[in-house]
């Protein structure tokens, strides 16, 4: 059964991957046979993260970029090939924003509404094709995204997020139809609430929000990066093969978690 979840002899790109959800990806993949372009704006982070993947065997480049300057995106992949050999498998993990881009809607201003689109939705429809124009050359591969919960119901306070990961949903399923007929297989994870650094000081920076928050967790307990990793290598992986256009929920249960409703 192993080799079902093998990416051997893939590269892999992820971004957002100086933060812990990224780099939990990069590592999980490169744990079971993939070379890895990390890609963020913090370099430091990024070459620590190649250099542990480098120590466990596999190859890795740090590639420094915002992905929310859509004309840097073709460099990243181009480089990612020139390093790597080619791209299998990209997984858009960056995501979510400052702090000061969410607000309730009537406060809601332009600026704050594109900063979200831009990093949420359009930066990764635009990673995406270049990805999917090397990964047709290459006889296929497999393309997720990282999405929210708070894209498929309310989200108070979360407006602009909101909306951008249920267009990051739509893309994906739609992306999936035009492109199976070249192999690329694209899917969602919609993560429910994970402990990370970002999340610890905003979403539950307190104890009692905390534990707010875990009563509403049917399976006890708040999400932990390798959860999401671990629903990512089932996409990329041969164990994934059949599969395309799916929002896979990986939230404790927590299907209608509001963190500011």
């Known amino acids: 059964m192993a080799e079902l979840f093998s990416v051997q002899g893939k590269v892999a ?14 590592y999980t993949l490169a744990r079971y046979g993939a070379d890895v372009a990390l890609t963020a704006r913090n370099v430091q982070q ?11 065997g ?4 740090a590639i420094a970029a915002d992905l929310t300057r859509i004309s840097e995106i073709p460099t990243i ?6 390093a790597l050999g080619g ?22 201003t332009e600026q704050m509404w594109d900063n979200m689109f831009n990093l949420n939705l359009k930066g990764p429809m635009f990673l995406c094709q270049a990805a999917a124009r090397v990964m047709k050359e290459r006889g296929g591969g497999s ?12 989200s108070p306070r979360m407006s602009n997020y909101g909306a951008a990961k249920a267009g990051l949903d739509n893309l994906s399923e739609t992306l999936a139809q035009e492109w199976a007929q070249f192999r690329i ?28 928050l875990l009563k509403q967790m049917p399976l006890g307990r708040i999400g932990l990066p390798r959860d999401i990793a671990a629903a990512v290598l089932y996409l990329a992986s041969p164990a994934g093969e059949w599969v395309t256009g799916i ?11 509001r963190p500011f409703g």
């Open 46 to 56: 990024l070459e620590e993260g190649a250099e542990h993947i480098r120590s466990m």
């Open 13 to 26: 790109l992820v971004t957002g991957a100086s933060k812990e959800m990224g780099r939990e990806v990069a």
């Open 247 to 257: 929002k896979l929920p990986v939230n404790g249960g927590a299907t209608r978690l």
């Open 77 to 82: 992949v181009s480089r990612t090939v020139e």
């Open 143 to 154: 393309i997720i995204n990282i999405s929210s919960g708070a894209g498929s119901g309310p």
């Open 185 to 212: 297989r694209v899917n969602v994870v919609v993560s429910g609430l994970v402990d990370t650094t970002n999340a610890r000081t905003s979403t539950f920076a307190t104890p009692e929000r905390e534990a707010m």
């Open 58 to 61: 596999r190859k890795a480049v």
């Open 87 to 108: 791209l299998d498998i990209l997984v858009n993990v960056a995501g979510g924003g400052d702090y000061s881009n969410y607000g309730w809607a009537l406060r809601m």
